[in-house]
């Protein structure tokens, strides 16, 4: 890489993501929240003593990290984590009342014309409060050393830049009655931005 390109200093860019989520829920006071697309449960990891997040509900399409979960947190008398096996884009699964919901590097591994649903299911159906979305920033795969292309993932079913990525979450915001802030996360290259980008929203 060309010094132009290195960040000054390596960071771990999946501890930064955790951290701004963990910053935007604790500034919200949210108390109940959704960890939609959980994996194995990073962030339920790190809610307690951070954050005023008492209750949990991680959804996700496997059983088998959703079983760990559980098993994790069967004893945890700080959090209450509920497991819900089911599809991000199914409004029909019944999450509770929720203060904020959270897709943490989720969207990019959902078609991009099934985007909608995830969208009336998050926002009409389940509707929280805050709903925090980070996915990457194509435009700084460059200077990540990503083959021109080429995705950071193999399941990865699309990756956004930062103007198209705004341009969704400004239209979703506009259509559901929210508001939306943009974080960039990460070491900011000059011109091609941070590596990962967040959609802040509210109502």
């Not at 409060?129 to 990457?136: D, E, F, G, S």
Request: aromatic share 6%.
């Amino acid at each position: 890489m060309t010094p132009d390109k290195t960040p000054a200093a390596p960071t771990t860019l999946h501890a930064e993501r955790l951290e701004a989520v963990l910053a935007r829920l604790a500034d919200s006071g949210a108390r109940r929240i959704a960890d939609l697309g959980c994996g194995r449960g990073a962030l339920l990891d790190h809610l307690s003593g951070r954050t005023a997040v008492t209750e949990a509900v991680a959804v996700d399409l496997d059983a088998a990290p959703l079983a760990a979960i559980k098993a994790r947190f069967a004893a945890d008398e700080r959090l209450r984590v509920e497991t819900v096996q089911g599809s991000l884009m199914d409004g029909r699964l019944d999450l509770g009342r929720l203060d904020a919901a959270v897709l943490l590097e989720v969207i990019e591994h959902i078609e991009p014309d099934e985007l909608s649903k995830l969208e009336i299911a998050v926002f009409r159906a389940w509707r929280p409060r805050q709903v925090l979305i980070t996915t990457p920033n194509a435009d700084a795969n460059d200077y990540l050393g990503v083959p021109r292309g080429r995705r950071r993932h193999w399941d990865h079913r699309f990756e956004w830049g930062r103007e198209r990525f705004q341009r969704w979450a400004a239209g979703v915001a506009a259509r559901a009655g929210y508001e939306v802030e943009f974080e960039a996360l990460g070491w900011e290259h000059p011109t091609s931005g941070a590596a990962t980008q967040m959609a802040a929203f509210s109502r």
